[in-house]
């Protein structure tokens, strides 16, 4: 037997669902973008755009991506800027393609997020539990006896929550137990700076970028590779990538710096100890707490750079680690 409900019951419902999801006209405006994109080519027409030298491609560039003919191309940059995604200017006998200003933050979520999610995943062996438990419990251990005043369950609790956000996203499991040794040290050591008295303490600066695998990274070597000691770096992501980008790898390398490097969770402690907070342009957003420094560096971004576009990004950060060094190190 059917149960009558009030009308007003309903309308109550469907006002409580409406409040959870997305507006509809909102939704079918969204839908159209996504339909602009959802095909292979366009999504590599949207990449070389947002990555080219001064944001800007021609479409004498855009056509040799694929062996389609020139009307072909036309149609799909005509299907991006009819939707918005792009803006196009003639200089001469040529067109050139730029991201709408207002899209500039989306399309780089979606080239730095959706796109590498979706590489296919290859089967990789775990490690046996009880091999890493007992590795994790010597990581414990030496920490314990490097932070006595944390205590060792804190040390424990901060070495396995390091290896859970570490092993979400890592590609070579082979690596997990040193590499949260170091992220567990550094937590540790914000931890206790966050926790501490002011006193003289060297100066503490964090980058960050969504996925820490590019700007951040760069960024940071650079800070140590110009102060040493004198200035405690951090770098962090707020959704870290499983690996650093291959051609920063290999800038980093040049500087010393590329063992030591790999993306690593934004944690609270590390915003709290630090004194200057850097984001780099791509959208993160940090805790705020008083007294700090925040600036927002926007530089491009190394994974879609060339290389004469990353030689630029490179010169860029530091120029602009020059200037910062200047500020926070007088002497």
């Not at 755009?49 to 800007?56: D, L, N, Q, R, V």
Request: hydrophobic share 45%; with cysteine; charged share 25%.
């Amino acid at each position: 037997m059917a149960t009558a409900t009030h009308p007003e019951h309903d309308s109550c419902v469907r006002t409580a669902l409406e409040a959870h999801t997305v507006d509809p006209a909102l939704a079918q405006r969204a839908a159209v973008l996504l339909k602009a994109v959802a095909d292979p080519l366009r999504l590599r027409m949207l990449a070389l755009i947002a990555s080219a030298p001064g944001g800007e491609a021609c479409v004498c560039d855009v056509s040799e991506l694929a062996e389609v003919s020139g009307p072909t191309v036309s149609h799909h940059l005509k299907t991006l800027r009819d939707v918005g995604l792009v803006t196009s200017e003639r200089r001469g006998t040529w067109i050139y393609y730029r991201i709408a200003p207002a899209f500039v933050p989306a399309v780089r979520a979606l080239l730095e997020t959706v796109v590498p999610a979706s590489a296919p995943q290859e089967p990789r062996p775990d490690l046996e539990l009880e091999s890493v438990d007992r590795a994790l419990g010597e990581v414990t251990g030496r920490l314990a006896g490097l932070f006595p005043d944390l205590g060792e369950r804190a040390v424990e609790r901060v070495v396995r929550e390091s290896y859970a956000s570490l092993a979400r996203r890592a590609t070579i499991r082979q690596h997990l137990v040193p590499l949260t040794r170091r992220f567990a040290h550094q937590r540790l050591a914000d931890l206790r700076k966050a926790d501490a008295p002011a006193g003289a303490h060297p100066p503490q600066v964090l980058f960050v970028c969504v996925q820490n695998a590019g700007r951040s990274q760069l960024a940071a070597a650079l800070v140590h590779q110009y102060a040493g000691d004198a200035v405690v770096v951090r770098s962090a992501g707020s959704m870290p990538a499983a690996d650093v980008h291959d051609s920063v790898r290999a800038r980093l390398d040049a500087m010393g710096a590329g063992e030591a490097a790999f993306p690593k969770p934004l944690t609270d402690d590390a915003v709290r100890a630090s004194d200057v907070v850097i984001t780099m342009g791509c959208g993160d957003v940090c805790p705020v707490y008083p007294g700090k420094r925040y600036e927002d560096w926007k530089v491009g971004d190394p994974a879609l750079a060339s290389a004469a576009g990353l030689d630029d990004i490179v010169a860029d950060i530091d120029a602009r680690v020059r200037a910062l060094l200047d500020e926070i190190l007088p002497a």
